[in-house]
């Protein structure tokens, strides 16, 4: 079974600058959590999907970062415009509510110059 | 408060040891406990999930899970050096579905 798609592994870009990320689940999960992490520390929740509705957007910076999960599939997270601080690891993760288990993938590593 | 509250570490064990890692939480609505396991430079990977109190054992992972102290637990045994990682621990509450994760556990395991 095919993990938690996410692209890029990578991106380095100016500050000010708008980013994208791209999340891909796994086949039949109907949830899926976008999470910053910085070093040392543990996942943060930005967002949290059930299906295409976001359920809980509440940590989410809504000045500059938007998220959506068209027909309840794949996941863009979004940054516009790009803040030295937002300098992070972003992780996707999914998972199915009948579990309560959730899988990460491999993440974004976002450096704002 | 924090939901959810690990000691740092660094935690070192010889190669063969028992490493015990613990994990604390804070609301005791939550119902469902993980462990991730995080090399570094990767991202979490679930090693154990435990739903009631007791022990679950899984090869030479054991969760050990206690409510009534909201305490949370991992055992590893015969540790190996392939073990050094970052523990996270993870509480979900259910309630939304909401999960919680701690700082991580820095784990070393010398050869």
């Known amino acids: 079974e095919a993990g938690v798609v996410q692209s890029p592994r990578y991106k380095i870009i100016e500050k000010k600058q708008p980013v994208a990320f791209w999340c891909n689940p796994i086949?039949?999960?109907?949830?899926l959590y976008w999470y910053l992490q910085n070093l040392g520390q543990g996942p943060e929740l930005l967002i949290r999907?059930?299906?295409?509705?976001?359920?809980?957007d509440s940590q989410l910076p809504k000045d500059r970062f938007s998220a959506e999960r068209l027909k309840g599939v794949d996941s863009t997270l979004k940054i516009q415009p790009a803040e030295l601080g937002d300098s992070a690891v972003y992780l996707c993760?999914?998972?199915?509510?009948?579990?309560?288990?959730?899988?990460f993938g491999p993440g974004t590593r976002l450096t704002v110059l | 408060q924090k939901e959810v509250e690990q000691n740092s570490g660094p935690l070192s064990v010889p190669e063969g040891a028992i490493a015990s890692l613990n994990c604390t939480y804070s609301?005791?609505?939550?119902?469902?406990f993980f462990w991730y396991r995080q090399y570094s430079g990767k991202s979490p990977e679930l090693i154990m999930s435990?739903?009631?109190?007791g022990d679950k054992e899984d090869g030479r992972f054991t969760a050990q899970l206690n409510k009534a102290s909201q305490y949370v637990s991992l055992l590893i045994r015969d540790s190996q050096p392939s073990d050094s990682a970052t523990y996270l621990c993870?509480?979900?509450?259910?309630?939304?579905?909401?999960?919680?994760f701690g700082t991580g556990t820095s784990l070393t395991v010398i050869p």
């Open positions: 993760a999914s998972g199915n509510l009948a579990s309560n288990e959730q899988f």
């Open positions: 086949s039949g999960h109907n949830t």
């Open positions: 999907y059930e299906n295409e509705e976001a359920v809980d």
């Open positions: 609301d005791r609505v939550s119902q469902s």
């Open positions: 435990i739903y009631s109190n």
């Open positions: 993870a509480v979900n509450k259910n309630t939304g579905n909401q999960f919680y």
